[in-house]
């Protein structure tokens, strides 16, 4: 049996009030002047995103029309959602939501500072 192995991934996500959107989108793009795309996501809560290059890391900057939502939030990967969903509660780690279910592929977690972090098993060497 692999070891547990838990790693960052390159995928940050911003959620945007929908208000703030393109203001945010045109500073990264337009003022930044970095590389975007816009891609179409079905989730309930987004339907579309862009992912901007900033360096190594893909910044995903989704609108939101709830302001209450919006967030930074930290993509991470592991070999052994299971597993790993058991050393995350063994360790009094906050489990966002229902603990066992999966929200779009990813369990959400939270760093003591209340940073969310989304936990998925797309484990990548």
């Known amino acids: 049996m692999n070891k547990l192995t838990i790693k960052a991934d390159k995928d940050i996500t911003i959620k945007i009030p929908i208000d703030l959107y393109e203001d945010t989108l045109h500073f990264y793009?337009?003022?930044l002047l970095m590389e975007?795309?816009?891609v179409l996501i079905d989730l309930p809560s987004t339907i579309n995103s862009t992912k901007v290059k900033f360096g190594d890391i893909n910044l995903w900057l989704e609108p939101i029309s709830n302001p209450k939502d919006?967030?930074?939030l930290l993509k991470i990967n592991t070999n052994q959602m299971e597993n790993a969903l058991n050393y995350l509660q063994a360790n009094n780690v906050k489990i966002i939501g229902?603990?066992?279910k999966l929200i779009g592929g990813y369990l959400r977690i939270q760093d003591p500072a209340g940073n969310t972090l989304l936990l998925t098993s797309n484990f990548i060497e």
Do not use: V
């Open 29 to 31: 793009r337009d003022i």
């Open 70 to 72: 919006a967030a930074m």
């Open 36 to 38: 975007t795309e816009e």
């Open 98 to 100: 229902k603990k066992n």
